[in-house]
Structure formats: C-alpha cells, structure tokens
C-alpha cells in the first residue's frame, strides 16, 4: 500500500463531470427580466383607474344637467380661461359652467376625498375596518353647531355663519372626547369609542332641542342641512374649504408607515419605536379637520369615510401607503359619481345627497359584512 493510500488520498482518477443533455433546459444561471410584484402591479391598477375616473365624471358632471353643454365646449372653455387655447361659450353657458356646475364639481371633489381620507385614518387609528369619524362625534358636534346657528338667527359672520359654526362644532366635539377619554397621560380606543358615543348621543339630545323651539323656516333649514347636499356650491365655499383639505390631504400620506406598524398592536408599535399617544392625537386631530372642514359645507354625508376604505382594502390588501391616498381618490369619485346622481335621477328635482349616499351605501355594507363573514367563517 502506498503512503497516498494511506493517508486515504485518492487511488483513482476523479470521475468526469457528465456532459450536458442539449435537450434539456440549461440550469446557467442567466439575467432575469425584472418583475413587478403583483400587489405593487395591482396597486397602480386601482390607482390608474381612479385616476383616469375621476376627471371623466367631473367632465360628464359639468356638462349634464338641465342646461346641456358638451364635453367638447367645457374643455374648450376650460382651456380658454387657461390660456391654453380653445373657445369660449355663449353667455349663458358661461355663467352655468363657471358660476354653477364647476364649483359645485371641485367641492364634490374636495368633500369626497377629505371624507374618505378621514375614513381610511379613523380605521386606522382604532384599527377596526368599521370605524369612520363620525364615531368620535365630528359629524354629530357639527350638526350641533350648524343648528345652533340656525335656531339662534347668529350673524355675526354674514352667509358664513353656519359654516363656520358647524366647523368650529366639529372641532370642539373632538377635543372635548379625546379629553374625556384621556386618563393617566393614556387614551384607550374603547373608552375614546365610549365617549364618542355618549357625546353623539348628547349632540343628538340638543338637535332636538334647538327643533322643538325652531319656527317653520327653521326647521325647513335645518332639515335640508342635515340630508346633506352641494347645491349651494360656490367658488367663495371652495376657496373656504380648500386650505383644511389640503393640508389634511397632503399630511395624511406621511403616517401611512406609522399606521401599518400600528396595524400590528400597541405593544409591538411601541417596541418599534412608534409614540402611539401622540400618533393617535396627531391623526384625530387630522381626521378633525378633514371632516369638519367637509361637514361644513356640504352638510352630514354619511357611508362615504366607511365604504370607500373598506372597498379598497379589501381589493388591495391594508397597507397604508396605497390606503391612504387611495381612499382620497375614492372618496372624490364616489362623491362626484354620487353628487351627479343626485342632480339628474329625479330631475328637474334633486335627492339630498346624504340620502342618496346611505342609501346605497349601506345595503353594499351590510353585503360586505356578509361576504367577510362567510369568508372567515365568524367573527371569533
């Protein structure tokens, strides 16, 4: 035996590498196409669809109505205010587009996409797909301000008086629940849910008080604010309600990781570094304002801040970073969709818009809370 063998070297030739079968696929490695993941494929679907919507119904609203004007003469008009071209139209097609169906188009707009944010933040704040603002009682503390105005003949801001009213009743119902609530430097969601409901109920109770000493007039007004409706849309309402959705619209995106570590629990947000008290205060606050600021103006919109979110969660998954900005969309086209509905479905009458959104909107939520149902077969 040789010192190789036994050393336990090698005694034989090493056994060649097979050669490969051209038959078969090469295992080489060789450069890949780059794919889109699919939920980043399907979030800018939902986002293109939304997007490419949106300006098509505001073309379809400004046009329809009982004064016709075709889409061709509102863009050409639209360019021609701009500069960029175009045409302008007779005198009373002018006034009707730029003095009637425009502001009222932009305020859709605007109201839809503040509630619909303010939706896809409420749900997750308390982290439940149920949960809208008027569950801390903005819509409720707004309905208390609008109707106090009203009742009480208050003047003191000229036409602005109910609007700022039902504002700044949006504003001061919610800092008076997330104070109620707050204990030991600490805000829990069940009790800040538990305060907003004894306050709506609270608000409900003096609603009816200011209608029971309310004349005719009164209540007439009264009525048509709380049904909620854009008819009395104008640019001087828009310029009002423009900075608060802004601003809202524009901070909301920058929580949307926040909200996702959130998504996981208070404790585990904690431990990654989320302050969840001031997180919380931060997005009611926001969810204040938008709401408030959208309330205001239109009057109480119902199902447009629960439905919107939830739809787009369910099609998209719960990440904030499309939820978000997505509900905004949402919220504009559903509202817009929603606003011309209201306009031409009983025409030359108009539906509130408030009916007509609870109307649809809650029959399709009860259906969605069917489907989730049969789907986790529970709740538990």
Same mark, same amino acid.
């Given at each position: 035996?040789?010192?190789?063998?036994?050393?336990?070297?090698?005694?034989?030739?090493?056994?060649?590498?097979?050669?490969?079968?051209?038959?078969?696929?090469?295992?080489?490695?060789?450069?890949?196409?780059?794919?889109?993941?699919?939920?980043?494929?399907?979030?800018?679907?939902?986002?293109?669809?939304?997007?490419?919507?949106?300006?098509?119904?505001?073309?379809?609203?400004?046009?329809?109505?009982?004064?016709?004007?075709?889409?061709?003469?509102?863009?050409?008009?639209?360019?021609?205010?701009?500069?960029?071209?175009?045409?302008?139209?007779?005198?009373?097609?002018?006034?009707?587009?730029?003095?009637?169906?425009?502001?009222?188009?932009?305020?859709?707009?605007?109201?839809?996409?503040?509630?619909?944010?303010?939706?896809?933040?409420?749900?997750?704040?308390?982290?439940?797909?149920?949960?809208?603002?008027?569950?801390?009682?903005?819509?409720?503390?707004?309905?208390?301000?609008?109707?106090?105005?009203?009742?009480?003949?208050?003047?003191?801001?000229?036409?602005?008086?109910?609007?700022?009213?039902?504002?700044?009743?949006?504003?001061?119902?919610?800092?008076?629940?997330?104070?109620?609530?707050?204990?030991?430097?600490?805000?829990?969601?069940?009790?800040?849910?538990?305060?907003?409901?004894?306050?709506?109920?609270?608000?409900?109770?003096?609603?009816?008080?200011?209608?029971?000493?309310?004349?005719?007039?009164?209540?007439?007004?009264?009525?048509?604010?709380?049904?909620?409706?854009?008819?009395? @849309?104008?640019?001087?309402? /828009?310029?009002?309600?423009?900075?608060? =959705? *802004? $601003?809202? !619209? +524009?901070? #909301?995106? &920058?929580? %949307?990781?926040?909200?996702?570590?959130?998504?996981?629990?208070?404790?585990? @947000?904690?431990?990654?570094? /989320?302050?969840?008290?001031?997180?919380? =205060? *931060? $997005?009611? !606050? +926001?969810? #204040?304002? &938008?709401? %408030?600021?959208?309330?205001?103006?239109?009057?109480?919109?119902?199902?447009?801040?629960?439905?919107?979110?939830?739809?787009?969660?369910?099609?998209?998954?719960?990440?904030?970073?499309?939820?978000?900005?997505?509900? %905004?969309?949402?919220?504009?086209?559903?509202?817009?969709?929603?606003?011309?509905?209201?306009?031409?479905?009983?025409?030359?009458?108009?539906?509130?818009?408030?009916?007509?959104?609870?109307?649809?909107?809650?029959?399709?939520?009860?259906?969605?809370?069917?489907?989730?149902?049969?789907?986790?077969?529970?709740?538990?």
């Amino acid at each position: 035996m040789t010192a190789l063998q036994k050393t336990g070297g090698p005694t034989a030739e090493p056994t060649p590498e097979p050669e490969p079968d051209p038959a078969l696929p090469s295992r080489s490695p060789t450069p890949q196409r780059r794919q889109v993941p699919r939920g980043r494929a399907r979030s800018l679907l939902l986002a293109s669809v939304l997007v490419g919507a949106l300006p098509a119904l505001a073309l379809l609203s400004a046009g329809i109505g009982a004064y016709e004007i075709p889409i061709g003469d509102v863009l050409g008009s639209v360019q021609h205010r701009l500069g960029l071209g175009g045409q302008a139209l007779d005198r009373t097609a002018e006034s009707v587009l730029w003095n009637i169906r425009l502001p009222r188009v932009v305020l859709a707009v605007l109201v839809g996409a503040s509630l619909g944010c303010a939706g896809a933040l409420m749900q997750g704040v308390f982290g439940n797909p149920l949960a809208e603002p008027g569950v801390i009682g903005i819509s409720s503390g707004a309905a208390v301000g609008a109707v106090g105005a009203i009742v009480l003949g208050l003047a003191f801001a000229g036409t602005w008086t109910v609007t700022v009213c039902a504002f700044a009743g949006g504003l001061v119902t919610v800092v008076l629940v997330y104070a109620m609530s707050r204990s030991g430097g600490r805000t829990e969601v069940v009790t800040l849910i538990l305060t907003g409901i004894a306050v709506t109920a609270f608000a409900g109770a003096l609603i009816g008080l200011f209608v029971f000493f309310a004349d005719t007039a009164q209540i007439s007004q009264i009525t048509f604010w709380q049904l909620g409706s854009l008819a009395q @849309a104008t640019w001087p309402k /828009v310029l009002a309600v423009l900075p608060c =959705a *802004a $601003l809202g !619209l +524009l901070l #909301a995106p &920058l929580f %949307a990781r926040r909200l996702d570590l959130l998504a996981l629990g208070e404790r585990p @947000a904690r431990h990654l570094g /989320v302050d969840v008290e001031r997180l919380r =205060a *931060a $997005l009611i !606050l +926001l969810v #204040a304002l &938008l709401t %408030a600021a959208a309330v205001a103006v239109s009057g109480i919109v119902t199902f447009v801040g629960l439905v919107v979110p939830h739809v787009l969660r369910m099609a998209n998954g719960p990440g904030h970073r499309f939820l978000v900005p997505g509900s %905004a969309l949402g919220g504009a086209v559903a509202l817009t969709a929603g606003d011309l509905a209201a306009r031409t479905l009983a025409a030359p009458a108009e539906l509130p818009l408030g009916v007509l959104t609870a109307l649809v909107g809650s029959p399709f939520f009860f259906w969605l809370l069917r489907r989730t149902r049969r789907k986790q077969g529970g709740w538990a």
